[in-house]
């Protein structure tokens, strides 16, 4: 039972132009939610959280939106940069007392130059 | 202030093996889990400790083990090793002050890629 999916296996952006990732979860216990980029080879860098009690969290050119009723959180950046090109996962955690995040499958990024 | 660190990198073992993969927290972290990352499957769950603790596990067989360290260092264990277990197994680490498991971010370790023959 995946709980937390993100539908789009790739994607491809023209540099300068907003990349959109989105993610749904089934699970309306979850209260924080947070974005992670990973490059081959590499361990997944933290992009931006967002907790439930909020609808919006930026960071620079990052910024995470949450439909809580939707159950949807999206990250958009803006402006993408060839950079960005890489798989990125939402994660997903349930209350307190441990730090079991529940991940998506991860979207593949391609910024076009 | 140094990252998450993990050894070894890269392994190769056969099918029944067993293997042991390290991790060390960033300094003042006290909380590590690990997780394993497959094709399409994203990244697992397998358990995370705290303080010397098992804190909670996931849905993996009992062939998977770990345990922590007094310096919040880490190890996990797999036994008997079969095809499947090729995978990325990736530790992370979390501050986490109050011991409560609140919302601080987990940074991630490099992995250590495992290929099973």
């Known amino acids: 039972d995946q709980q937390v999916k993100q539908n789009s296996p790739s994607l491809s952006v023209q540099e300068g132009r907003i990349s959109i990732l989105n993610c749904d979860y089934t699970?309306?216990?979850?209260?924080?939610f947070l974005w992670y980029k990973k490059y081959p080879a590499e361990g997944p860098t933290f992009l931006i959280s967002?907790?439930?009690?909020?609808d919006k969290n930026e960071d620079g050119r990052f910024t995470v939106f949450l439909n809580k009723s939707a159950k949807h959180l999206s990250l958009h950046i803006v402006p993408s940069q060839p950079g960005d090109s890489a798989v990125y996962f939402c994660?997903?955690?349930?209350?307190?007392?441990?730090?079991?995040?529940?991940f998506g499958t991860g979207t593949r990024l391609k910024v076009l130059a | 202030k140094a990252g998450v660190t993990q050894t070894p990198r890269y392994l190769i073992k056969t099918r029944g093996q067993q293997v042991t993969l390290s991790c060390s927290p960033i300094?003042?972290?006290?909380?590590v889990s690990w997780y394993q990352q497959t094709p399409g499957q994203g990244l697992q769950f397998l358990f995370e400790?705290?303080?010397?603790?098992?804190?909670n596990k996931g849905n993996f067989p009992g062939r998977f083990s770990g345990r922590q360290f007094s310096n919040s260092r880490s190890e996990m264990n797999v036994s008997t090793l079969e095809l499947g277990d090729s995978a990325l197994y990736l530790c992370a680490s979390s501050r986490d002050p109050t011991g409560q498991g609140t919302k601080e971010t987990q940074y991630f370790g490099p992995g250590t890629r495992l290929l099973v023959l």
């Open positions: 699970n309306s216990m979850f209260d924080y």
């Open positions: 967002i907790s439930s009690i909020k």
């Open positions: 400790y705290f303080s010397e603790t098992q804190r």
């Open positions: 300094s003042g972290h006290r909380s």
């Open positions: 994660a997903a955690q349930r209350g307190s007392g441990t730090y079991k995040y529940i």
